[in-house]
């Protein structure tokens, strides 16, 4: 609780400075290098939130550099047990999710193919059976047919 009194102080004060400077985004660097200070000890202490929001300020370059690199990095860290992480990690890489589909949709394609072959195979198998008439139920039709007084012809 000390700690966040002290930090609340800080944070007014470079606010502060900010609202009277010549230069205010300045401060604003400052008060993101605090925090990006802050989420590295996180992350080196196994914070996958802190690697998250760390991986979210080298993106945006606040406070920091802008470093998509880095950004990826912390993002994979925290992508482990972060669902937001890696939905954004995704979104970063749409080659990945490219090369994914085109993966997916060659699969498919060959399944496809692999159906086809089967159906001319089943239509082969088939074919020479049409049109001829099993002997046996030609004679049972045959025997209906007198049953019922019909002529044969």
């Given at each position: 609780?000390?700690?966040?009194?002290?930090?609340?102080?800080a944070?007014s004060?470079?606010?502060?400075?900010?609202?009277?400077?010549e230069?205010p985004?300045?401060?604003?660097?400052?008060?993101?290098?605090?925090?990006?200070?802050?989420?590295r000890?996180?992350?080196?202490?196994?914070?996958?939130?802190?690697?998250?929001?760390l991986?979210?300020l080298?993106r945006?370059?606040?406070g920091?550099?802008?470093?998509?690199?880095?950004?990826?990095?912390?993002?994979?860290?925290a992508?482990?047990?972060?669902?937001?992480?890696?939905?954004l990690?995704n979104?970063?890489?749409?080659?990945?999710q490219?090369?994914?589909?085109?993966?997916?949709?060659?699969?498919?394609?060959?399944?496809?193919q692999?159906?086809?072959?089967?159906?001319?195979?089943?239509?082969?198998?088939?074919a020479?059976?049409?049109?001829?008439?099993?002997?046996k139920?030609?004679?049972?039709?045959?025997?209906?047919?007198?049953?019922?007084g019909?002529k044969l012809?």
């Amino acid at each position: 609780m000390l700690a966040q009194e002290w930090f609340r102080k800080a944070l007014s004060v470079f606010l502060t400075e900010e609202s009277r400077s010549e230069n205010p985004g300045y401060w604003q660097y400052r008060i993101g290098k605090m925090r990006a200070m802050g989420y590295r000890k996180a992350v080196d202490e196994g914070n996958i939130f802190a690697a998250h929001a760390l991986g979210c300020l080298y993106r945006r370059g606040q406070g920091v550099e802008k470093d998509e690199t880095r950004a990826i990095a912390y993002f994979s860290t925290a992508a482990k047990e972060n669902e937001y992480a890696q939905r954004l990690l995704n979104s970063l890489h749409p080659q990945n999710q490219q090369q994914n589909w085109l993966v997916t949709d060659s699969a498919l394609s060959l399944l496809r193919q692999t159906a086809r072959i089967f159906e001319d195979k089943l239509q082969e198998y088939y074919a020479p059976q049409v049109g001829r008439t099993d002997r046996k139920l030609l004679s049972k039709i045959a025997e209906k047919k007198l049953a019922q007084g019909q002529k044969l012809g």
